[in-house]
Structures are given as C-alpha cells and as structure tokens.
C-alpha cells in the first residue's frame, strides 16, 4: 500500500510540474520605441536590459532591422519587469552583469592613452512591463539623450602650430544607469581636425551631465605643447551644446561665438577665452642637443668613497640576500668598483630641472649568465611622485640583463629631457637573483651631466 502510495504522489508531482510549465511558458512582447528624435543613423546598437524583482536577468541585442521599424518583439514569461532600453553603448561601454541591480549598472567612457573619448551618444529610457498569459504585451519606451556636446573651431591658426587638440576637465567619465550618482571626473577630449591649408581646427566631444568644467587647448610648436585653460561655470546638460568660435593668435583673445545647435538647449558661457604663446608648458619634446658640462651630478659615481662597507651617497635597501661588495680588481677606473649581489637595490636621487637636458652614463659589466640584473631610471616631482609612466620608458631597461661582452654602457651616453615638472632623476640599480648564484654585475663610472644646449 505504501508503495502505491508513493508512485501516485510521483505522478502527481509529473503532473502538477507539467502544468506549471505550461502556466509559465513565455508570451510575445511587441515594444514601441519612441526614439525622441534620435534617428536610425544615430543608434548605431540597442540593448535591452530586463530586471526581475530587481535583479538583472536578460540582455537582449536588437537588431537593425528592428531598430529601423521602431517596434521590438521578444518573448518573456508572465510577470512584472522592469525594462531599460540602452542606445549606443557597447559592451564596452556598458558595464551590467547578469543578477545585478540597477543600481550597479552604469554608462561609461573609454579610456584613450591618457584621456577619456568622448564619443559615445548615450540615449536610455525605462518602463514597467507586465506580462499576461494570452493576454497583448505591449509597451512603448521613450529615449532621452544621456550626454551634451562641447563643439570646438579654431581658425587663423598659424603655420607653426604643429597640432592642436582640446581635453575637458572635471567631468565624470561615468554614470549610473538610473541617474542616482556619477563616477570620477577625468580628461574628456578630443584630437582637432586640424586643417594646416585652411589654418582651421575643428573638434567635439560628449559629456556626461556636470555643474562645471575647465576647457584645455592644447598646442604644440617646435615639439613643445602648451596649454591655455578656461573655467566653465554653467552647467553642463544633457542634450545641449556648447559651441564655441575661436580665432587663434599668440598674443590676440579667443573670441567666443553661439550658434543654434541641432539638439537640444544651448547654454551660456563666458565672453572670451585669452590664449597666448606664454602658455603654461605642459610638455617639452624637443631634441637635446649641445654638449654636456664636465660636472657630474651623481655623488660618488665612480664609487670611490665608502663608509662602514657602503659606498658614500647611496641608498642600500639592506635585506636578506642583498649584497653590494666593494671590489678593487676589474674596475673601469680608479680604484674601486661596487659589485651588486644577491637581490639588491641600489639608488641615488639628483636634482634637475624641468624642460632641460641630461647625458646619462651608466657602465656595468657582468661575467655570470646566471645572475639576472637590470637598471632603471625614473623622473620624479617629489620624493616620492613619479612625473609619468609615459615620460619614463625612455630611461628604463625594459629587459633583464645577464652577462656582457665587458663593460657596456647601459644608455649609451644618450642625451635625455627632464619632463615638465620634473625634479629629481632617480638612478636605480637591482640585482634579482639569489646570492646562491654567484657574483652579480660590476658597476663604475655612474655618470650625469647636464647638457650645455645650443
């Protein structure tokens, strides 16, 4: 009897299953969109995020086709939804995962080198959604603009000029899909479209929504780039445009001008932008050439002074395994050398000057091809803020070094410029092997002479 029992309560289970599946089988949903003038040619993707019980569940990609006839149909199971209709964002752009909230889900731009593309023409829209059994599912979506426009012209552009590019500042790089916060502010920019036969430059940039910003001009000659800003204290709104008119000249004013943008409202600015040839430097790449002074800024270069079995003036990171070795055989000249074993760091700061040259000599010489070294050089602002990655892989070994064919001179005697805001040139020396290994590298002759510039 019990054994009866138990297979009709399993086929009541088969049963009642099969019927909640049919009760919970998906019903078509035909979705309006009402695009707020935004058209096709400017929605280059669409995505749909559905939230149930607010948590992200589906992500549905619609297609052109469908993006083109402004109806959408998809199917879904019977039950309250939120729906988010995203225009334009990538999956790049668009940072959702499946099971999160709205909450955490947000726009963003792209990072480019050191700036952020504002390229990205956000639109995003949200209804509820109830799903019937048999019943019409239907809804319709409206698209609001997420973004506004800085619009750009520069004309009478001299025949100096090499380049010229915008970046805005202090605006947010993200936001949140819903609108309930905004993420960190960064630069937003652009390269100009530099014509040099017209002497006119052209650029714009998208930006999320701001109570205030700071517009860069950015522009080189003769491989200096100089930097003019402007303080923009009228809120940045979504679907608006600021265009802006100017007429480039080292000692005239940039004169501001509005036009009447396609979107939405324009909004005001102040009435001139001053942008002079005594700009703020912001980078120096020109060549260095001259011949360097006899003055060797590295204290005890050639390591011939020494003090309780360290050599005068440089800093010893003293740990297990790390060994220097005053050595008085094999040396490049003088006297004495240093030999660095084990894993060591060795370094010395010296003081620079910005936007001047410098000649580095850095001699090592190695007999073990077991022991791994390398020698990397660095700029820095303040003891302990580097001025920039990008302006110190030209004075890095990027590789590790093992034995050389006898003395080498590291960077080749190379002439260096010390990056704006540059004051220190810090000379670092690591040994990476265990001490087991043997004898690490000889170093002598650490040399850096400012350059005497034509």
């Known amino acids: 009897m019990k054994r009866v029992l138990f297979t009709l309560a399993i086929i009541g289970m088969i049963v009642a299953s099969c019927s909640w599946s049919e009760e919970r089988g998906t019903e078509q949903v035909v979705l309006g969109l009402d695009s707020r003038g935004v058209s096709n040619g400017e929605m280059e993707s669409l995505k749909l995020l559905i939230f149930d019980s607010g948590k992200l569940g589906q992500i549905i990609d619609v297609g052109t086709a469908e993006r083109e006839l402004g109806s959408i149909t998809f199917s879904l199971m019977p039950g309250e939804y939120q729906l988010w209709a995203v225009a334009n964002a990538s999956d790049a752009n668009l940072d959702a995962s499946l099971g999160c909230t709205i909450s955490e889900v947000k726009l963003k731009f792209i990072k480019s080198g050191d700036y952020y593309a504002g390229d990205s023409d956000f639109w995003t829209g949200t209804t509820k959604l109830t799903v019937a059994n048999d019943g019409v599912n239907s809804a319709t979506v409206a698209l609001e603009r997420r973004v506004a426009k800085l619009k750009a012209t520069v004309t009478n552009i001299p025949n100096e000029v090499d380049n010229i590019y915008m970046r805005v500042s202090g605006t947010p790089t993200n936001e949140w899909l819903d609108g309930s916060k905004q993420g960190t502010k960064s630069d937003v920019g652009s390269e100009m479209d530099y014509d040099i036969g017209t002497g006119e430059a052209t650029a714009e940039v998208l930006l999320f929504p701001a109570e205030s910003a700071s517009l860069n001009i950015y522009y080189e000659i003769d491989n200096v780039v100089r930097m003019g800003t402007m303080s923009i204290e009228t809120p940045l709104i979504a679907n608006s445009v600021l265009s802006i008119g100017a007429t480039f000249g080292l000692t005239e004013d940039f004169q501001l001008s509005f036009t009447t943008p396609v979107w939405g409202e324009t909004t005001q600015l102040p009435d001139d932008f001053t942008l002079i040839g005594s700009e703020t430097v912001v980078q120096d790449n020109r060549p260095v050439v001259g011949v360097p002074s006899s003055v060797n800024l590295i204290s005890n270069g050639n390591f011939e002074y020494w003090t309780g079995g360290m050599a005068d003036n440089w800093k010893f990171q003293d740990c297990q395994d790390s060994t220097v070795v005053k050595v008085d055989q094999g040396v490049l000249s003088e006297s004495y050398a240093l030999r660095v074993d084990g894993k060591t760091y060795l370094s010395q700061d010296i003081?620079?000057?910005?936007?001047?040259?410098?000649?580095?000599?850095?001699?090592?010489?190695?007999?073990?091809?077991?022991?791994?070294?390398?020698?990397t050089c660095a700029w820095y602002k303040t003891a302990s803020t580097m001025v920039g990655a990008d302006f110190n892989e030209g004075i890095q070994t990027k590789d590790y070094q093992y034995a050389t064919d006898g003395?080498?001179?590291?960077?080749?005697?190379?002439?260096?410029?010390?990056?704006?805001?540059?004051?220190?040139?810090?000379?670092?020396?690591?040994?990476?092997?265990e001490l087991s290994v043997g004898h690490g590298v000889i170093i002598d002759n650490f040399n850096v002479y400012e350059v005497i510039e034509e």
């Open 351 to 375: 003081p620079v000057e910005e936007r001047k040259g410098y000649m580095i000599q850095l001699n090592a010489n190695c007999l073990n091809p077991d022991y791994k070294w390398k020698c």
């Open 407 to 433: 003395w080498v001179d590291i960077f080749d005697s190379k002439y260096f410029r010390a990056p704006v805001g540059a004051k220190y040139l810090r000379i670092e020396f690591r040994g990476y092997s």
